[in-house]
């Protein structure tokens, strides 16, 4: 019996790298375990399977979050297949695609807002009569090393995500009373699809393990990495801690 034996799991972005990372985790940990991913049903069943193979039961929800009434949509399917939730864990993401404010189409502007901030705002807000049943509930955000950084050709990958971070401070204060814990977690480059793509974009390497070596520790961080700060901060080891912003990046900013 894990310590998250009995309490369910939601991982939006579950299908692929960090949210997939902290799916497993979570049901190593003893939770059952759903996951909500856009369009890639192969990965989410790869994600469903690894939970299966922790241990625990696992579940996955087509539903992108960037629509309101999708995640109105899958609030309701948790309530009626499930009439519980414990754990949200919002690690959905896309990137922008590199251009200076000069250059940026407003449909990807507010494309990459609905993911990163409206999103997470409108999930959280249909899933909020759970989490309040719940004696303990957390919510975790993935957010970026990017919020305080803010480098050129980036604006609405960062707006989103200090639109997120100030969702989260804000729900952290509003919802403590519930009982409710609310943290970030703020990695640096991550070894994923998006990290991938990201090294080839910026740095135009190929492959992200030839980043080992000049990365602290001598390797990318890998997605379990992320994982477990996020096990720890839903963990009864953290039942003290909310309104946290844990930066995992080795130390590099
Ligand atoms: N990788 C990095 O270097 C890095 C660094 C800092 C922060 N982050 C953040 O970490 C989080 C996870 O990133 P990752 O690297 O794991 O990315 P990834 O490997 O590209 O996976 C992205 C995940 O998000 C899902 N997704 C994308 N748009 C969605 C939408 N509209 N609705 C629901 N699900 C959606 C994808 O589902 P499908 O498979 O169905 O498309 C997939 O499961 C993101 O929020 C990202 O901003 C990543």
Redesign the pocket.
Known sequence: MGSLSGRLALV?????????AVAVALAEDGAEVAV?????DD??AKTVAAIEAAGSRGHAYR????DLDACRDLAARVEAEHGRLDVLVH?????SRGHSVADTDPAELTRVLG??AL?PHHLTQALLPLLRRAERSDVVF????ITGIYPPFSGP?AMG?AAMEALAHTLAKEERGHGMHVNIV?????D????QR?VRATLGVDDIRRQDAASPYGHVCS?EEVADVVRFLVSDAASYVTDQRVVVDGGTF
């Open positions: 939006t972005g579950g299908s692929r790298g960090i949210g997939r909500a991913y856009r369009r890639d990965a989410a539903a992108s979050v960037d690690s959905a993401g896309i990137a993911v990163h999103g993935v957010s970026s090393v990958y995500k703020a990695p640096g480059l991550v994923t699809d998006m990290g990201l997605p």
